[in-house]
């Protein structure tokens, strides 16, 4: 079994990389002063840049923030960046996501989209009992086709969004602005249904109250496509915000979401109990630790009226700084790990049951990256076999483990 080593002298002088583009014949790098200038013409041609980790180039795309331009890895194209590059990831069976590529995620190599096929309703016909994702096999596999949960779809936004990355000089810059506008843009190198997922995904705008009139005007527009029809079936758009509150009514449910004052959510009784079955471990994960957030994935519509209802629902705990975990364990590492200066990216399940080992997160920009895992106390036997297979098989990665029946986590390895 590969484990990390503190005397490890390459990965002890391995130094965080600068990344360098090409576009067109022209080569610049990461930190060079007229970066913005050269990305905003290219932006403006359409130029594809190139990220030159690897001699051959890896293709990448411009996005723009505000008047900032970035350079992003296309969907999924992580693993084959080198290793030391901040746009490395490793490949996709360290995480949940590596059963769910070719089926319910594929990638167009030419434009980069993600076709998500997945497994809950963007209209509504009639009345019906409002489904809970990951209640009744929802979050796992539909016959041959293995399809997107709610939470699974939450889990890939939040991958293709770079939220799961983090590095202590990030520190107090991670607000709810950058992570809608995150979300956003990932949604749009997305189509579900034959449609580019951020036409359907509405995630709230940071509340000002000095812009409140603004503010719900924008919001009216964006909310328009869901207005319910005469006849036919009722169109649903997806909502993803921080939770706020889930309170009773007189007949129901609201969700209370944070940036949408005297905006509620309906859900009926049936809905929430199933919500509160399903999601027990997120909501008391939420409540033990004030500075975490719960962030909510639904389906929802509009009725006659203009009361928003939702159809379908998932939540996901993070940290402060928008780290998702599943556990009081990961919850451990992940504050720890947002101690470093290092670049740690956290590891998701999607649809992957929790009796499945998994790398926990990755430390990334040394000459070897390092996986962590975390062995819960119910582990057995076949656990434990999994766990070692799946080490073996990355000789090309070191590995910490932590074995919580042990105790105290141990020193992480820094480099």
Same mark, same amino acid.
């Given at each position: 079994?590969?484990?990390?080593?503190?005397?490890?002298?390459?990965?002890?002088?391995?130094?965080?990389?600068? /990344?360098?583009?090409?576009?067109?014949?022209?080569?610049?790098?990461?930190?060079?002063?007229?970066?913005?200038?050269?990305?905003?013409?290219?932006?403006?041609?359409?130029?594809?840049?190139?990220?030159?980790?690897?001699?051959?180039?890896?293709?990448?795309?411009?996005?723009?923030?505000?008047?900032?331009?970035?350079?992003?890895?296309?969907?999924?194209?992580?693993?084959?960046?080198?290793?030391?590059?901040?746009?490395?990831?490793?490949?996709?069976?360290?995480?949940?996501?590596?059963?769910?590529?070719?089926?319910?995620?594929?990638?167009?190599?030419?434009?980069?989209?993600?076709?998500?096929?997945?497994?809950?309703?963007?209209?509504?016909?009639?009345? /019906?009992?409002?489904?809970?994702?990951?209640?009744?096999?929802?979050?796992?596999?539909?016959?041959?086709?293995?399809?997107?949960?709610?939470?699974?779809?939450?889990?890939?936004?939040?991958?293709?969004?770079?939220?799961?990355?983090?590095?202590?000089?990030?520190?107090?810059?991670?607000?709810?602005?950058?992570?809608?506008?995150?979300?956003?843009?990932?949604?749009?190198?997305?189509?579900?249904?034959?449609?580019?997922?951020?036409?359907?995904?509405?995630?709230?705008?940071?509340?000002?109250?000095?812009?409140?009139?603004?503010?719900?005007?924008?919001?009216?527009?964006?909310?328009?496509?869901?207005?319910?029809?005469?006849?036919?079936?009722?169109?649903?758009?997806?909502?993803?915000?921080?939770?706020?509150?889930?309170?009773?009514?007189?007949?129901?449910?609201?969700?209370?979401?944070?940036?949408?004052?005297?905006?509620?959510?309906?859900?009926?009784?049936?809905?929430?109990?199933?919500?509160?079955? /399903?999601?027990?471990?997120?909501?008391?994960?939420?409540?033990?630790?004030?500075?975490?957030?719960?962030?909510?994935?639904?389906?929802?519509?509009?009725?006659?009226?203009?009361?928003?209802?939702?159809?379908?629902? %998932?939540?996901?705990?993070?940290?402060?700084?928008?780290?998702?975990?599943?556990?009081?364990?990961?919850?451990?590492?992940?504050?720890?790990?947002?101690?470093?200066?290092?670049?740690?990216?956290?590891?998701?399940?999607?649809?992957?049951?929790?009796?499945?080992?998994?790398?926990?997160?990755?430390?990334?920009?040394? %000459?070897?990256?390092?996986?962590?895992?975390?062995?819960?106390?119910?582990?057995?036997?076949?656990?434990?076999?999994?766990?070692?297979?799946?080490?073996?098989?990355?000789?090309?990665?070191?590995?910490?483990?932590? /074995?919580?029946?042990?105790?105290?986590?141990?020193?992480?390895?820094?480099?």
């Amino acid at each position: 079994m590969t484990q990390w080593k503190a005397g490890d002298a390459a990965a002890s002088r391995a130094m965080e990389a600068m /990344r360098r583009f090409k576009l067109d014949d022209q080569m610049i790098e990461e930190a060079a002063p007229a970066l913005q200038e050269v990305l905003a013409d290219a932006y403006r041609k359409r130029v594809r840049p190139f990220c030159l980790c690897r001699e051959s180039g890896l293709a990448m795309y411009i996005a723009k923030v505000g008047d900032q331009y970035i350079v992003k890895r296309m969907p999924l194209s992580g693993c084959g960046h080198d290793p030391a590059c901040p746009s490395y990831e490793p490949p996709d069976e360290f995480s949940g996501l590596g059963v769910l590529i070719g089926s319910a995620i594929r990638i167009d190599s030419e434009t980069g989209l993600s076709a998500l096929k997945v497994g809950f309703s963007l209209t509504k016909l009639g009345a /019906r009992d409002a489904p809970v994702s990951g209640v009744e096999g929802s979050d796992g596999v539909v016959g041959e086709a293995k399809k997107l949960s709610l939470r699974g779809l939450l889990h890939y936004l939040w991958h293709e969004a770079e939220l799961t990355a983090w590095t202590a000089r990030w520190a107090g810059k991670r607000h709810w602005w950058n992570v809608r506008w995150h979300l956003i843009e990932a949604a749009r190198q997305m189509t579900v249904k034959g449609g580019i997922l951020s036409d359907v995904l509405f995630v709230p705008e940071p509340f000002r109250s000095a812009e409140k009139v603004a503010i719900e005007q924008r919001r009216v527009a964006a909310l328009a496509p869901v207005l319910p029809p005469r006849t036919g079936p009722r169109k649903l758009m997806i909502l993803v915000g921080e939770v706020k509150d889930i309170g009773p009514t007189r007949n129901g449910h609201r969700l209370v979401i944070k940036h949408l004052p005297n905006f509620p959510f309906l859900l009926d009784d049936t809905l929430t109990r199933r919500l509160q079955a /399903r999601f027990e471990n997120e909501v008391e994960l939420w409540n033990a630790s004030e500075e975490s957030h719960l962030i909510a994935i639904a389906t929802f519509g509009l009725t006659h009226s203009g009361l928003a209802v939702v159809e379908e629902m %998932a939540v996901m705990v993070v940290s402060e700084n928008w780290i998702p975990y599943d556990s009081v364990h990961e919850k451990r590492l992940v504050d720890a790990l947002a101690r470093l200066r290092e670049r740690s990216v956290k590891g998701l399940r999607y649809n992957l049951a929790m009796d499945k080992p998994t790398a926990a997160a990755i430390l990334q920009g040394r %000459a070897k990256s390092v996986r962590l895992y975390i062995v819960p106390p119910s582990a057995d036997s076949a656990y434990e076999e999994a766990l070692n297979e799946l080490v073996a098989s990355q000789p090309e990665m070191d590995s910490w483990i932590w /074995r919580t029946s042990d105790g105290v986590m141990p020193p992480l390895p820094f480099r």
